[in-house]
């Protein structure tokens, strides 16, 4: 089946460093791939997206790359703050006949002040 | 728009007894339903899919005959976990795809979080 691996598990980085999660995917077919912030006891929140028809796709101080050939995604904060702070998925689509989302393990993310 | 409400928030039981949480897509019709389950600091896992007015679809591994799900409506899907112990406390999530139109993406609800006692 689908499966999604994310590293780091853990990132602390410098107030205005920039912080970089790399994901990986096994589903040749996948061709959406969104990633998501979850706060403690919340629903995951739709931070970026992007699509296997693009290479990278950038939202302010959010960018997601994609290499489709290497099956793999990366997530790209510049400029961290404080607030940025919490666990950050990536998923995959699986491109069964459900189309269901494959999360990967997750980072939690320390932006120290 | 595109809003998933999932009820209850939070819920305790004792364990043996069965609890029920529900998902209303309350602005659009949602004819598949996803189900996750997460514990503490770990991630999403997928627990089975609902489809309106048919049979759901069980991942690897997950008890199809104690978590009962129930997909009777295009806006409503319901997960019971039946006989509950302590190990099926956890943070259980529902989530449904979105049309085109509605920006093609995935839609989550609130989450509820079980502790069984």
């Known amino acids: 089946g689908e499966n999604v691996e994310q590293h780091p598990s853990t990132l602390s980085v410098q107030e205005g460093d920039s912080a970089v999660i790399k994901c990986t995917y096994s589903?040749?077919?996948?061709?959406?791939f969104p990633w998501y912030k979850q706060e403690l006891g919340k629903r995951p929140q739709l931070i970026i997206d992007?699509?296997?028809?693009?290479g990278e796709k950038k939202d302010q101080r959010i960018a997601v790359t994609l290499n489709k050939t290497a099956k793999h995604f990366s997530l790209h904060i510049t400029e961290t703050q404080p607030e940025d702070s919490a666990v950050y998925f990536c998923?995959?689509?699986?491109?069964?006949?459900?189309?269901?989302?494959?999360f990967g393990s997750g980072t939690r993310l320390l932006v120290r002040p | 728009g595109a809003v998933v409400s999932q009820h209850p928030s939070r819920v305790i039981c004792k364990s043996g007894t069965s609890v029920k949480i529900e998902c209303r897509s309350l602005?659009?019709?949602?004819?598949?339903m996803f189900w996750y389950r997460q514990f503490p600091k770990q991630s999403l896992m997928l627990m089975a899919t609902?489809?309106?007015?048919?049979?759901?679809?069980?991942e690897q591994g997950v008890e199809k005959d104690k978590f009962l799900i129930n997909h009777a409506s295009l806006t409503l899907s319901t997960l019971t976990v039946t006989s509950a112990h302590p190990e099926d406390s956890s943070f259980y999530i529902c989530?449904?795809?979105?049309?085109?139109?509605?920006?093609?993406?995935?839609?989550f609800g609130s989450g509820t979080r079980l502790t069984v006692v």
């Open positions: 589903d040749s077919a996948s061709n959406y």
């Open positions: 609902s489809n309106e007015g048919s049979k759901a679809t069980y």
């Open positions: 602005d659009f019709q949602a004819t598949t």
């Open positions: 992007i699509r296997s028809n693009v």
């Open positions: 998923a995959a689509l699986w491109m069964d006949s459900s189309y269901k989302l494959i």
């Open positions: 989530s449904a795809r979105l049309s085109r139109d509605r920006g093609d993406g995935y839609t």
